[in-house]
Nanobody, 123 residues
Framework: QVQVVESGGGLVQAGGSLRLSCRAS????????LGWYRQGPGKQREWVAA???????NYADSVKGRFTIFRDNSKNTAYLQMNGLKPEDTAIYYC?????????????????WGQGTQVTVSS
């Protein structure tokens, strides 16, 4: 059974940085595309960033230039480096794996999710 555990969230002031981690188990990690998603208060979950098995990356316009996604297959872990954080980045952040598609589903149509990690950015 595939499981992901997100960590690294916290409370940070606007302009600050955080690095989130997504550790996976129960799958051949390097064979999966991976996406980061977030759900802000009163909002629907939205896609944030993606990385393919070959390391290609893509970002939502709202985080482009501030966030960086990368992966360490030897540790079965992916990361989301978040710089220049803004109050509107406040959300629960989730990751998910996709063993089928080259890119993870932007709509996040996956059956199961981890518990997420809370990021709160104060102004």
């Amino acid at each position: 059974q595939v499981q992901v555990v997100e960590s690294g969230g916290g409370l940070v002031q606007a302009g600050g940085s955080l690095r989130l981690s997504c550790r996976a188990s129960g799958t051949i990690f390097r064979s999966n595309a991976l996406g980061w998603y977030r759900q802000g208060p009163g909002k629907q979950r939205e896609w944030v960033a993606a990385i393919t098995t070959s390391g290609r990356t893509n970002y939502a316009d709202s985080v482009k230039g501030r966030f960086t996604i990368f992966r360490d297959n030897s540790k079965n872990t992916a990361y989301l480096q978040m710089n220049g954080l803004k109050p509107e980045d406040t959300a629960i952040y989730y990751c998910n794996l996709d063993p089928v598609r080259e890119w993870p589903d932007i709509l996040g149509n996956y059956r199961s999710w981890g518990q997420g990690t809370q990021v709160t950015v104060s102004s």
